[in-house]
C-alpha cells in the first residue's frame, strides 16, 4: 500500500512558533475531496524550509478544525533523521519563487530516493559540501579558491566509552538500532563487540541496552520482533524485565499475543550515517 507523505512549507511559520514540530504540525488548508483525503489519511510529513528538509515526522492523528484546515499529532521517525539538512529535488516536490502553495503530495518513490541519498549524508553549503562518515570523519568539498582550517583537540577515547556514549544517548531518544550500525558507526570490526561491551558495561542500564538489538531480530522488510525470553539476555542493576517488556514499557513496541515485543515500524536505525546522524554524537 502506498504510503502517503505530505510536504509543508514551513518558511513563514517556522519564525512564529516556538519549533519545527509546532510549525509543521498545521493548520492546513483542504480544497475538494481528495485533498481532505490527503491530509486526513497522511502517513509522514515532511517540514521544509527553503527546500531544505527541517523536520520528519509520522502522524499519529489528525484533527479537522475550522475552515477546513486540518492539524496533525506528530512524532519525529528515528529511521529518517538523515533526511534533515538535504534539499529537495528540483525535479520533484520543490518550491519555486512566487510558489505560495503550503503543501504538497510527495511520490513515495520520490521520498525513497531522497532517503537512500540521504544516507550518504553529503549535505550543501553554499558552494561547498560536507560529508559526516559513519566513522565520524568528515569530508570537506571545497569550491576553488576556499581554504579549511580544522582543528582537532580532544583525544579519542577507547572503545568502551565511545560505546557507552554512542548507548547513553540512545537511551534519551525515541529509537532502536542494531549492534552491526553502532559497530559501523564505530569503525569496530564486529557487531559481538558491541554486544558483549554493552552487556559488561555496568555504567549502561537495563533500559538503554535494550534498545540495541541483534540484526537476526528482523523479519521481513520492516518488521523487527523480540522474543519474550531471550537466551543471554541480562539485566543491569535491580532491572530484571526481559529485553521485550522494556521496550513495550517505553512505548517503543507493542506487546504479540505469545509476550512478544513487535518494534514499531520506522524506529529502527539501521545504518551508521542515519544512526550518528540523529543521536548527533
Known sequence: MTKIIIA?????????????????????????DRQHHLLKEAEIVLGVVGNTIRGVYQVLDSELG??????????????????????????????????????????????????EKAKSDRIQFGPHTILLRPDGNLEIGLAPGYRADVVSEAPMANAKQRIETVVHRLGESRAVTTYQAIADMLGINAARS??????RNVAITAEEGARVIPWSYK???????????????????????????????????????????????????????????????
Open 8 to 32: 509543508v512549507n514551513i518558511g513563514r511559520s517556522v519564525n512564529q512558533r516556538p519549533s519545527i514540530y509546532d510549525a509543521a504540525r498545521g493548520y492546513w488548508k483542504a480544497v475538494g
Open 66 to 115: 475550522d475552515d477546513d484546515r486540518y492539524e496533525w499529532e506528530l512524532m519525529e521517525v528515528p529511521a529518517y533523521a538523515a533526511l534533515v539538512g538535504h534539499r529537495l529535488s528540483p525535479d520533484g516536490v520543490y518550491w519555486i519563487p512566487g510558489d505560495k502553495t503550503a503543501w504538497k503530495l510527495m511520490e513515495e518513490e520520490e521520498f525513497n530516493a531522497l532517503v
Open 194 to 199: 558491541i554486544a558483549r561491551s554493552v552487556k
Open 219 to 281: 523479519e521481513g522488510d520492516d518488521k523487527w520482533i523480540v522474543p519474550a525470553h531471550e537466551e543471554g539476555w541480562s539485566t543491569q542493576g535491580d532491572d530484571h524485565r526481559p529485553r521485550a517488556q522494556i521496550l513495550i514499557d517505553a512505548g517503543l513496541a507493542t506487546p504479540h499475543d505469545n509476550g512478544d515485543a513487535v518494534i514499531k515500524k520506522d524506529t529502527v536505525i539501521t545504518d551508521a550515517a542515519t544512526l550518528r546522524r540523529y543521536l548527533m554524537v
